[in-house]
């Protein structure tokens, strides 16, 4: 039973990683369709916003949470830079976006590489962070108890936003008929803008969550770029939702498959789980009603 | 609104075809070129300098390690020369980037070969990179200085390998473990060559000296989602945990130990990757305590060591620190230099001939190349990780292990290779 327990914890934890890391990427590929291979280069940015502030701020809880917001600023500025030099121009080509911003994450990384070096940084988690509750004989460790809630928080953020703003509304708007948003008087490019800046900013707020769990350096957004695609794939181009019920439910399948097994069989086990559902529901878990998208 | 429109088919087609692109420069990387195989190249020795090929990643995934490594061996030829070289001629080191790209480690072997002449190569760290580049040496008759520990079972007639073999580092780390009366262990590695030929021979030792092995888990390289396995690690009631983990993995691993409320003290972890570096950049909280086998520390006592880390601090650093494969790589110019001199020659027939016996004050200690198996008689330490990020030595072997990698001295393992 504890076991039972355990591991269930572990799942929803590896569901809130996942979760954290493909939310971005529901807006920017979910609702805008842009293939941004960079995205995981904004996870990075995040990380070391982390690590450049905590050289100024001595205390790991404020740095912490200072960085929170200014790692969505600066990763989310990094995409809106990247959409208004870039992408932009090229929405009407997906297979060329998706070699372009491959080319960017390559440069990012580069980057990281010349400013920051080669090896990994590390910063330190603040106390509270680092140890766990018990409660009998079930451990929840406290950092991944603060991911599991930071994932909640920017899912019931991102869905406010969405459901009750006007900015909201518009994006909503140009994703469902971007034509009919546009002759309604929408600026869909200022739009763009604005979900690519939202969506690139939510990486910058995975990376800091990450800085908790796992290294910090040069590569650390192509760990996990490809698992962020597979949440959106399979959760349904263009939903929330299926993005959350996606990442919990590979995540505790992950957990209960690498403790009956091995970690390189689960990975296996669970691809191929994706491609079967994929080939029974190409569309994905949830879909969005228009004409256009898939 | 068409513009926007993208299909699940053609997303997969475009990621599969970056992938099929990183594969396929792969598959484009032949090594040997057809009119030359078969024949020794001539090293170019006729001139004033020597040149020698140092064969490092200095850039992707390994660069982290093998840059440390690229640098201890221009310190090297920087010092040898200042000294008035070799044989009377100066070294000319040619840098080739491996790039963390085992194909292309056999394409820059060949070119520093037939290309630049030179008289040795220094470099690979990865066990997949020296059997990429393998076939090249032995093919050209050229030699390679391998600086890392590694899995054993090999011995080319063109490499030199100066890293500890398995009985000298795996061998001797049960045995502390056994010692200090460990006996449960838990196997944790990641996925490939090296942890998987080292936990073989681990359970070898394992049922002939009575230990349990109680576990054993692998995970892909690179991999950094850890829970799963420290809970089966936690709850496997092991004694130890063998850790064979490579790279970016150690940090979520060693992350996620902590925090499930696991430490030195409740079940210690010795590790046989985790060098002064990686302390580094893993974090001293988590490691502080951990256990590790090497044969070299920077805190290992000695004036050759004293020299050596002041020399490579005030080359790249002062708070940079040394490591194992560091200074196997520094000693390994140095060794070549003695077996050249030995020889009074550069030929590579010459020098091989010429290199068993020869010994050095390394800054591990006293080192001699054993001229049959092309290994080096090293010692083994293990270390335990302070607060202040360095490794305090707390058990050695008392002398120098002669090399054994096929480990055909062990009865135990011989159902082993």
Known sequence: ?294 | MSGLSISRRGLLAGISAAGATAALSACGAKTGSDTSSGSAAKADTSGSTVKVGLLNSLSGTMAISEVTVHNSLLLAIKEINASGGVLGKKLKPISQDGASDWPTFAEKAEALITDDKVAATFGCWTSASRKAVKPVFERYKSLLFYPVQYEGLEESPYIFYIGATTNQQIVPALDYLKKQGLTKLYLVGSDYVFPRTANKIIKAYAKAKGLTVVGEDYAPLGSTEFSTIVNKVKGAGADAVFNTLNGDSNVAFFKEYKSAGLTAKSLPVLSVSIAEEEVKSIGTQYLDGQLTAWNYYETTPGAANKKFVAAYQAAYGKDKPTSDPMEAAYISVYLWKAMVEKAGSFDVAKVKAASDGIVFDAPEGTVTVDGATQHVYKTARIGKVGSDGLIEEVWNSGKPIKPDPYLKGYSWASGLS
Not at chain 1, 265 to 285: D, S, Y
């Open chain 1, 1 to 294: 039973m504890t076991v039972v327990l355990n591991q269930s914890f572990t799942g929803i934890s590896i569901g809130a990683v996942l979760l954290l890391i493909a939310l971005g990427l529901t807006l920017t590929f979910g609702q805008m369709g842009v293939i941004n291979m960079a995205h995981g280069e904004f996870i990075m940015a995040g990380a070391y916003t982390t690590y450049v502030l905590q050289k100024s701020i001595s205390s790991a809880g404020v740095s912490l949470l200072v960085a929170l917001p200014l790692a969505f600023l600066v990763a989310g500025a990094m995409g809106a830079l990247l959409e208004w030099l870039l992408i932009r121009r090229l929405y009407t080509r997906p297979l060329d976006t998706l070699l372009v911003t491959w080319g960017v994450s390559l440069m990012l990384q580069q980057l990281a590489r010349d400013v920051f070096g080669a090896p990994n940084v590390q910063t330190a988690a603040p106390d509270i962070l680092t140890g766990n509750i018990s409660a009998g004989s079930v451990t929840f460790a406290n950092n991944r108890l603060f991911i599991l809630g930071l994932a909640l928080l920017c899912v019931l953020g991102l869905t406010l936003i969405l459901r009750f703003t006007p900015l909201g509304r518009r994006i909503r708007a140009v994703v469902q008929n971007r034509d009919l948003a546009e002759v309604s008087g929408i600026a869909t490019g200022q739009v763009d803008r604005i979900t690519f800046f939202i969506g690139s900013g939510l990486a910058g707020v995975a990376g800091v969550a990450l800085t908790l769990v796992g290294p910090i350096g040069p590569t650390m957004g192509t760990n996990y770029i490809v698992d962020a695609f597979l949440v959106v794939v399979v959760g349904g181009i263009g939903q929330l939702k299926g993005a959350v019920i996606t990442a919990f439910a590979l995540g505790v399948l992950q957990s209960v498959l690498e403790y009956s097994t091995t970690v390189s069989v689960a990975k296996v086990v669970v691809l191929v789980a994706i491609v079967a559902f994929l080939q029974w529901r190409p569309q994905g878990l949830y879909t969005l009603r228009t004409r256009s998208l898939a």
